[in-house]
């Protein structure tokens, strides 16, 4: 057996390494503790406050140096496995409290949360958490779409049948299918891009959310921190926890809607009924009882997502709901929810251009589907109204009786007969000749014609595939200047501690 699963030799591959783990989901791997993903960000936050608070004054630089010390210290446990949290102290911020307080006694390790509440202590945490978690969808999503708009250069000229209401529509290309999904997920990147625009404020200095006397400097804080600037109203990020996690959640569910819609797209063309493309072996699944089977799994997990996310998203939006002034633990739970739909949903683009990458295309079934149908019979009235002047109505009600007729007849294109029976029935007098037919008929002439912007002609998709390309190689240099900038504080943070 080529491999150890229950489908024994059906399919020729193993399957994919994302594609094990993503198909598996949470049946055989648990996931970590929501404060367990938190620790470094506590950490580099508690560095952050100690070293403004002794730029302040406001704790003697020995026991600053200390502190910060016993910080660098715990991350570098924590990195190899050897720190973890207690239950009984809580959350990760009293554990890292406590950690400091037992190396270094309460003189020292008691200081760390002067001018400090742990509801901004939180309210940092996730903001950082997010911020990297919006990099991150943000750079994926730029990485699929690459390689859509690849896809799309090189199907610009395969033709393809279109449908609405899941029945035959009209004649389109390949390629400007790709784009389709690749203009909506576009727009999905640009959603993370706003939320760190939005959201990159610092929200350390807030307390309980109603300020503190200490003298601290929040814009220091900011600066390294790699914040544009800080949340400009102390009570604004405590009272409005759940708003970056939701705004977060649905910019999540939007796009898992536009992969869930892809999903089902691949795998419907992809059923023994259409046959237009095979998914390879590696993202398929056997069955443990019929022989025969090459299920979609990967992709169908994809649509459960999907709706996964969309129940998360409403449970966030719906804290926000009922909220007294001040801190309320209620918005304790966004944390639990933001994080798993992030969990579900970070590898889903990635597996979804490993699973386009490696799909065979069945082209003369997609010619074959392109000749069925009356596919063609919307671009057929056009001809009629451009050749000839028709009002748009009756030549539609022509093509419509055409089109009846020729069913009749047991066609799935519109026949001469046909047309001449429907022409004479308008009191049309209209000569057809038969190249018009054929030609008004033809998939490549029909996809060729339409030059506007959208359209499906060759030139069409080319100046979409420019756009794109041009919006991505924005996007390349906004997601690196972000990333210098949490990288530049980083380094200004340890350098200015190497002063102390």
């Known amino acids: 057996m080529k491999t150890?699963?229950?489908?024994?030799?059906?399919?020729a591959k193993a399957p994919a390494a994302l594609a094990e783990i993503f198909t598996s989901g949470k049946d055989v791997r648990g996931t970590l503790p929501a404060d367990e993903r938190l620790v470094p960000y506590d950490i580099l936050g508690s560095r952050t406050h100690v070293l403004m608070l002794a730029k302040q004054k406001i704790l003697p630089k020995k026991e600053a140096r200390a502190l910060i010390q016993g910080l660098r210290t715990l991350e570098k446990i924590w990195q190899r496995g050897e720190f973890r949290l207690d239950p009984s102290k809580e959350d990760v911020h009293s554990n890292i409290e406590s950690w400091l307080?037992?190396?270094?006694?309460?003189?020292?390790?008691?200081?760390?949360?002067?001018?400090?509440?742990?509801?901004?202590?939180?309210?940092?945490?996730?903001?950082?958490?997010?911020?990297?978690?919006?990099?991150?969808?943000f750079s994926e999503l730029t990485s699929f779409i690459k390689a859509l708009l690849d896809h799309a250069q090189k199907e610009r000229s395969t033709i393809f049948p279109g449908y609405t209401h899941h029945q035959p529509a009209q004649i389109t290309t390949l390629g400007h299918v790709w784009l389709s999904f690749a203009e909506s997920l576009n727009r999905d990147k640009q959603r993370f891009q706003e939320w760190h625009e939005r959201f990159n404020q610092n929200p350390l200095g807030s307390m309980t959310g109603y300020s503190t006397s200490f003298a601290i400097d929040r814009n220091f804080t900011s600066r390294l921190l790699g914040f544009d600037k800080p949340c400009p109203n102390s009570l604004d990020p405590i009272q409005n926890r759940w708003e970056p996690e939701a705004e977060m959640g649905f910019a999540i569910a939007a796009m898992m809607n536009h992969l869930s819609s892809l999903a089902q797209t691949l795998i419907l063309f992809s059923t023994g009924e259409f046959g237009v493309f095979k998914l390879d072996d590696a993202y398929c699944t056997g069955s443990s009882m019929m022989p025969q089977k090459r299920n979609p799994d990967p992709l169908e997990i994809i649509k459960a997502k999907a709706a996964s996310a969309q129940g998360l998203l409403a449970s966030l939006l719906s804290i926000g709901r009922s909220l007294f002034l001040g801190y309320n633990r209620d918005t304790q739970w966004t944390k639990y929810w933001i994080m798993d739909l992030v969990d579900e949903c970070l590898p889903?683009?990635?597996?979804?251009?490993?699973?386009?990458?490696?799909?065979?295309?069945?082209k003369d079934k997609m010619t074959v589907l392109c000749q069925k149908g009356f596919i063609t019979a919307p671009d057929f009235v056009e001809r009629l109204v451009q050749e000839w002047g028709l009002p748009f109505r009756q030549a539609k009600v022509t093509v419509e009786n055409a089109v009846k007729y020729s069913e009749a007849e047991g066609g799935e294109q519109i026949s001469s007969s046909a047309l001449e029976r429907s022409l004479q029935e308008e009191g049309l007098s209209l000569k057809v000749e038969q190249g018009f037919m054929a030609m008004a008929q033809d998939p490549k002439f029909i996809v060729s014609r339409r030059k506007a912007i959208g359209g499906t002609s060759f030139e069409a998709l080319g100046r979409n595939i420019t756009s794109l390309t041009r919006s991505l190689q924005g996007s390349r240099r906004w997601l690196a200047q972000k990333r210098k900038q949490q990288s530049m504080a980083k380094t200004r943070l340890a350098e200015m501690e190497q002063d102390i």
């Open 4 to 11: 150890e699963k229950l489908w024994g030799k059906r399919l």
């Open 348 to 362: 889903v683009p990635k597996i979804m251009a490993e699973i386009i990458g490696s799909l065979r295309i069945n």
């Open 101 to 137: 307080i037992a190396k270094y006694g309460l003189e020292i390790g008691g200081c760390l949360h002067t001018a400090r509440s742990r509801n901004d202590q939180i309210a940092l945490d996730m903001r950082l958490y997010l911020r990297d978690c919006a990099l991150n969808f």
